[in-house]
Every structure is written in structure tokens, then in C-alpha cells.
């Protein structure tokens, strides 16, 4: 089992930054791809971005491509998603996600997922 938790959101104006951590624990973490996701109100989970074992290599949607980086330090067992330049559609329920192995990047689902936690940007 991989235990996954998310921190770091909250409400922000639009135009402004926030950076999620999600901490994982359980089992080697350099074993797991990582990946975040996010649920709009109202609409599905969507993939937003993933991230390699070494972090080496990176995958990101559209919609945040250029405004979001994702970034991991195997030494701390954490993933980050640095959001910069946020948008009112950029509210979600955003989720930290692992792989074993393969990336997560769509229609590859993570083997666990985090509790999420909330952002909201104001217009």
C-alpha cells in the first residue's frame, strides 16, 4: 500500500501561484510514477500532470502546460505541482497519484490516489 497526502491548497486570486506537496509513504517511492489530477465542480477527474521515477521526464494537459510544473525529491518521498498564473477554471479538487512503474497519463490509472485537497481561484 502506498499512503499518499496532499497539502498546500487554499484561495488565491486569479493571476496568482500556489505550490501542492503530496508526501507518500508505504513503499519505495522511487518505484512509483507520480501524477496529479484534479476534479472540477461538476465535472469529471481529469489528468493535469505526471512525472517519471526520477523526474526525468515530465507530462502535462493542455489547459496548464507552461503555467504548471510538476517536480519530485525521491530523498523526501514528495511530488509537488508548482501552479503558477492560476485561472478561475483552474478550481478543483486537486489530487496527488501513483503509478507503479508506467506513468499515469491517460487512460494509464494511478494505482492509489490521495485524500485531495481544495483550491480555489477568484476572478
Known amino acids: 500500500q502506498v499512503q499518499l497526502v496532499e497539502s498546500g491548497g487554499g484561495s488565491v486570486q486569479a493571476g496568482g501561484s500556489l505550490r501542492l506537496s503530496c508526501a507518500a509513504s508505504?513503499?519505495?517511492?522511487?518505484?512509483?510514477?507520480m501524477g496529479w489530477f484534479r476534479q472540477p465542480p461538476g465535472n469529471k477527474r481529469e489528468f493535469v500532470a505526471a512525472?517519471?521515477?526520477?523526474?526525468?521526464?515530465?507530462y502535462y494537459a493542455d489547459s496548464v502546460k507552461g503555467r504548471f510544473t510538476i517536480s519530485r525529491v525521491n530523498a523526501k518521498n514528495t511530488v509537488y505541482l508548482q501552479m503558477n498564473s492560476l485561472k478561475s477554471e483552474d478550481t478543483a479538487v486537486y489530487y496527488c497519484?501513483?503509478?507503479?512503474?508506467?506513468?499515469?497519463?491517460?487512460?494509464?490509472?494511478?494505482?492509489?490516489w490521495g485524500q485531495g485537497t481544495q483550491v480555489t481561484v477568484s476572478s
Open positions: 497519484a501513483a503509478a507503479f512503474l508506467d506513468v499515469p497519463t491517460p487512460p494509464k490509472e494511478p494505482d492509489y
Open positions: 512525472i517519471n521515477w526520477s523526474g526525468s521526464n515530465t
Open positions: 508505504g513503499r519505495t517511492f522511487s518505484d512509483y510514477a
